[in-house]
């Protein structure tokens, strides 16, 4: 296999890193204008309603699910460069096409059709998109770059979720919304442009891929999981720890901002930052110390072994999330203190974020070491489901208890829910060995 870096130190030497960073560079600031437009556009036009929003999100996460195996099964078998650009192709064709039908069909109504539309056929895509881009990796950079690159990477998320949010803050209150999505649509093309310079040795499957040998890939893949016990844990505990997380930040944060803070008389900063603003406030706040994590991580060699660290920065996290609930119920439940829950917010944002990085670029290392190269894609969309597979549940009863019983009792079920998960993990002898 051909290698731009093979002498070299630094990362950003090979051409190839360079390509896939640059197009992801883009298309993240794409997707995260996205994502911000859509989670209050959907709450504007829709009267607040935290169903509906936690209903898209549900079909959403359902679509990228369904269509996670079929890119694992696609990755291993063809070009991931080519099926990176294609992807990023179609989601910038089809966002633009929504674009111009929102111009055309201006009822609320009709927009949030098309939304959901496009949020269905987008995450299919992503789906497709995800497990082949994962995994890129091992096979354009060096076995002890890989930690290095997972890094760059974190501190390039990071970095654009400093930028982005504040970026998707001023451009939703300053632009209209098909102005916003058009640009969004630009940066996936402009993405896909830049993968299609990567440049790998591929050697293409002689035999025609079938349903049949899809789903016999998938069956090898996960009996050749049973062998890595850790993995295995790994996987199922994901699956439990995106559940109790991501309504915090999916569900609860957009209805926080429409409805606590939007209807509040006063708040901290408010003759400068708009309610959507203060959204932008808490990622920049996980961005910065994501990113510092990051940058840490990068001068540091990789670790033979994580488990063990992994499980307890994990119940660190739990922590802090138990600590924001006790926080909004004393400080915006039962009291008007607002102020004080967006002081307190953002800085358990800043610790979570810090933590999430030293969680993940070890764990997506020690994956990307482990589990050998031709099953890569299949294992990375395995675990793609696992931390996907149960979110549309998790939306879906999300928006119904925000609906029925507010913003406590969700916070006091996610903090509840993520601590057993994170406990349970700090005793478990095969998770240690990851």
Known sequence: MKRDNQKKDNVFQNRNFRLVFLGALVSELGAILYSFAVSFYILEISGNNAFLQGLYLALCGAAMLVFTPVGGVLGDRKSKAKIMYVCDFMKGGVIILATVLMLVFREPRAHIVILFVLGIFGNAVSGIFNPAAGVLFPHIVEESQLQQANSYFTMKSSTENILGVILAGILYAALPIHVLFFFVGACFVASGISEMMIRYDFTPSGVPLTLRLALRDMG???????????????????????????????????????????????????????????????????????????????????????????????????????????????????????????????????????????????????????????????????????????????????????????????????????????????????????
């Open 220 to 434: 090898g893949s996960i009996a050749y999981l049973k062998t890595k016990k850790a993995i295995l844990v790994l996987l199922a505990s994901v699956l439990f720890i995106n559940f109790f997380f991501a309504p915090v930040t999916g569900n609860f944060l957009p209805y926080f901002i429409k409805t606590d803070l939007a209807n509040a008389p006063s708040y901290l900063f408010d003759g400068i930052l708009t309610p959507e603003l203060w959204f932008s406030v808490f990622s920049v706040c996980i961005g910065i110390s994501s990113l510092l994590s990051a940058a840490i991580l990068s001068g540091r060699p990789q670790a033979d072994k994580c488990g063990r660290k992994v499980a307890r920065l994990l119940c660190c996290v739990a922590a802090v999330i138990i600590g924001l609930t006790v926080c909004y119920v004393v400080f915006v439940g039962r009291g008007a203190r607002i102020s004080a829950f967006l002081i307190a917010f953002s800085l358990g944002c800043a610790m979570v974020g810090f933590l999430l990085s030293c969680i993940n670029i070890p764990v997506t290392t020690a994956i990307m070491r482990i589990v050998d190269k031709d099953k890569l894609s299949k294992v990375n969309s395995l675990t793609s489901i696992c931390s996907q597979g149960m979110l549309p549940i998790a939306s879906v009863l999300a928006g119904v208890l925000l609906e029925a019983f507010g913003s406590s009792v969700l916070l006091a079920f996610c903090s509840l829910g993520f601590t057993v998960t994170a406990i349970s993990l700090l005793f478990s002898r095969q998770f240690k060995e990851l």
